[in-house]
T-cell receptor, first 114, second 111 residues
């Protein structure tokens, strides 16, 4: 398996534009996580899914952020409208829900909002 | 919130053992200690986990105190490629238990 695949790797957009980040989890994994990382706040869990259903979205900063998982092999994180303070590295991770399995992280998407 | 306390940074000479401490004084009986690391610009990578017995794998060893209130991750022969931020995480490790990262320890391996 190629691991967790995120796209794009880098995204530069203007304030007010819609941004969509994409994630393909490892085949067979039933949990998917979205994280955001900044220097100031570190790694923050935004939302996670189990079997394509959102379980906990308490980390989503505000209504401008939304995440979907239409099927087991694809998830999106959308920011609309984007703001400069959304600039960060966004990571997607997936895991099995069985006892003590590890989470596998993608390489991240570096988002810059100007 | 993270349930662990780690020193913000540490240095270790290349070839020596790196010992990274972690305090988790409020750990519950069913919670495991996990370690991940993040090399610059990459996603976090799983290293090892344990409940109460010492654990070893090809990457590292994990020593957990008898009262389980603290642990130490040991990289036996540190190399420059081990320079990274190391995160100690306490979690049940099952089903809907979230992975919450604290600030971690930034480990510098010195040539």
């Amino acid at each position: 398996d190629a691991g967790v695949i995120q796209s794009p790797r880098h995204e530069v957009t203007e304030m007010g534009q819609e941004v969509t980040l994409r994630c393909k989890p490892i085949s067979g994994h039933d949990y998917l996580f979205w994280y955001r990382q900044t220097m100031m706040r570190g790694l923050e869990l935004l939302i996670y899914f189990n079997n394509n259903v959102p379980i906990d979205d308490s980390g989503m900063p505000e209504d401008r952020f939304s995440a979907k998982m239409p099927n087991a092999s694809f998830s999106t994180l959308k920011i609309q409208p984007s703001e400069p303070r959304d600039s960060a590295v966004y990571f997607c991770a997936s895991s099995l829900g069985e006892m003590n399995t590890e989470a596998f992280f993608g390489q991240g998407t570096r988002l810059t909002v100007v | 919130d993270a349930k662990t306390t780690q020193p913000p940074s540490m240095d270790c000479a290349e070839g020596r053992a790196a010992n990274l401490p972690c305090n988790h004084s409020t750990i519950s009986g069913n919670e495991y200690v996990y370690w991940y690391r993040q090399i610059h610009s990459q996603g976090p990578q799983y290293i090892i986990h344990g409940l109460k017995n010492n654990e070893t794998n090809e990457m590292a060893s994990l020593i957990i105190t008898e009262d389980r209130k603290s642990s130490t991750l040991i990289l036996p022969h540190a190399t420059l490629r081990d320079t990274a931020v190391y995160y100690c995480i306490v979690r049940v490790g099952y089903r809907d238990d979230k992975i919450i990262f604290g600030k971690g320890t930034r480990l510098h391996i010195l040539p």
